[in-house]
């Protein structure tokens, strides 16, 4: 029997940075319904506004029956996840017998600091309009990419929110096997932390880049390309 079915909204990032269709989501819930499966939504590294809205399920207009959130939720200062549900699932693990309810807890549970930090982080995604100035940069650094997007060197050059990924084209096997080391400490050295998954690179920026940091990022890390690909 299948329980549940597990998601990584929009995109895949430990598969690469896989990028797909919101109507894949929407395909996903609809068959979850059919079927009485719950849909867990693992929004962890998309969730916050990293793919353009505060919910990457939201871009599906679906919401699924568990998400999961940490990261961004704390802005980055203190560590802290959390587990949305829906009521009615909820409930039926809330009871005074020990036998029925879900007695989860670890020793670091609620921790009052992180929480606030969390509320602080909210409050900032209203009062900065993080979401909107986040499409501004977002188209920026698009444009200030688009050397590497039509580099012959360079295939499936990809975003989506505030995700960039594009993927070197390697040939030599003995390169290939070390472009993702090769490339993390020439970034290093350009003041960059850039860690490519195999050869495909990729860029989550926080959202507090000005225009000139947003330039000089699209630039350093065409520098750091050109650097390993001669290599």
């Given at each position: 029997h299948i329980a549940a079915v597990i998601v990584e909204p929009l995109v895949q990032c430990a598969a690469g940075m896989a990028m797909y269709d919101p109507a894949y989501?929407?395909?996903?819930?609809?068959?979850?319904?059919?079927?009485?499966?719950?849909?867990?939504?693992?929004?962890?590294?998309?969730?916050?506004?990293?793919?353009?809205?505060?919910?990457?399920?939201?871009?599906?207009?679906?919401?699924?029956?568990?998400?999961?959130?940490?990261k961004g939720i704390s802005g980055g200062y203190?560590?802290?996840?959390?587990?949305?549900?829906?009521?009615?699932?909820?409930?039926?693990?809330?009871?005074?017998?020990?036998?029925?309810?879900?007695?989860?807890?670890?020793?670091?549970?609620?921790?009052?600091?992180?929480?606030?930090?969390?509320?602080?982080t909210l409050a900032?995604?209203?009062?900065?309009?993080?979401?909107?100035?986040?499409?501004?940069?977002?188209?920026?650094?698009?444009?200030?990419?688009?050397?590497?997007?039509?580099?012959?060197?360079?295939?499936?050059f990809r975003q989506r929110g505030m995700i960039w990924a594009f993927d070197a084209v390697v040939d030599d096997p003995t390169a290939a096997a070390?472009?993702?080391?090769?490339?993390?400490?020439?970034?290093l050295e350009h003041e960059l932390l850039l860690r490519p998954i195999g050869r495909t690179v990729y860029l989550m920026p926080p959202y507090v880049l000005d225009d000139d940091e947003i330039d000089g990022l699209a630039a350093r890390t065409h520098t750091v390309f050109e650097q390993v690909m001669k290599a």
């Amino acid at each position: 029997h299948i329980a549940a079915v597990i998601v990584e909204p929009l995109v895949q990032c430990a598969a690469g940075m896989a990028m797909y269709d919101p109507a894949y989501l929407a395909q996903v819930r609809a068959l979850c319904d059919r079927y009485q499966v719950h849909m867990i939504a693992d929004e962890i590294a998309v969730g916050c506004g990293r793919t353009g809205t505060f919910f990457a399920c939201e871009q599906a207009e679906i919401w699924p029956d568990f998400l999961c959130l940490s990261k961004g939720i704390s802005g980055g200062y203190l560590p802290l996840s959390l587990v949305m549900t829906r009521d009615e699932i909820y409930q039926a693990f809330y009871h005074h017998d020990m036998a029925r309810g879900f007695l989860h807890s670890h020793s670091y549970t609620g921790n009052p600091l992180a929480c606030r930090a969390a509320l602080a982080t909210l409050a900032i995604f209203d009062e900065d309009d993080v979401l909107n100035r986040n499409r501004t940069r977002a188209a920026r650094l698009t444009a200030a990419l688009a050397p590497l997007a039509t580099d012959e060197r360079v295939r499936h050059f990809r975003q989506r929110g505030m995700i960039w990924a594009f993927d070197a084209v390697v040939d030599d096997p003995t390169a290939a096997a070390t472009f993702s080391r090769r490339f993390f400490g020439a970034a290093l050295e350009h003041e960059l932390l850039l860690r490519p998954i195999g050869r495909t690179v990729y860029l989550m920026p926080p959202y507090v880049l000005d225009d000139d940091e947003i330039d000089g990022l699209a630039a350093r890390t065409h520098t750091v390309f050109e650097q390993v690909m001669k290599a």
